[in-house]
């Protein structure tokens, strides 16, 4: 079983960017498909970006790509979230899940999850 940590949340003007972690544990970190998340104010929670476990494969959601960037170091157990170009609307509490299948169901069968990171952009 694996324990995930998100950290590099915070407060940033739009424009701005951030760097995202998620820490992994107790687990073989390079088994694992990971992915991000996030969850804004009275919003369901969608899919942003996913990572194959030795990182050679990478999808977005539309609303990102071009602007956030997932990588991971395994050496570090840590897959890492860039976020450039920052908007308002990125705004959202976001999570980083794993699983072991690199499968077409981005959305769902995600195993661990952690307890997520606060993002907020100000415009």
């Known amino acids: 079983q694996v324990q995930l940590v998100e950290s590099g949340g915070g407060l940033v003007q739009a424009g701005g960017s951030l760097r995202l972690s998620c820490a992994a544990s107790?687990?073989?970190?390079?088994?694992?498909?990971i992915g991000w998340f996030r969850q804004a104010p009275g919003k369901e929670r969608e899919f942003v970006a996913r990572?194959?476990?030795?990182?050679?494969?990478?999808n977005y959601a539309d609303s990102v790509k071009g602007r956030f960037t997932i990588s991971r170091d395994n050496a570090k157990n840590t897959v890492y979230l860039q976020m450039n170009s920052l908007k308002p609307e990125d705004t959202a509490a976001y999570y980083c899940?794993?699983?072991?299948?690199?499968?077409?169901?981005?959305?769902?069968?995600?195993?661990?999850w952690g307890k997520g990171t606060l993002v907020t952009v100000s415009s």
């Open positions: 899940a794993a699983k072991t299948r690199w499968d077409t169901a981005q959305d769902y069968g995600w195993d661990y």
């Open positions: 990572i194959s476990w030795s990182g050679g494969n990478t």
């Open positions: 107790g687990g073989t970190f390079s088994t694992y498909v």
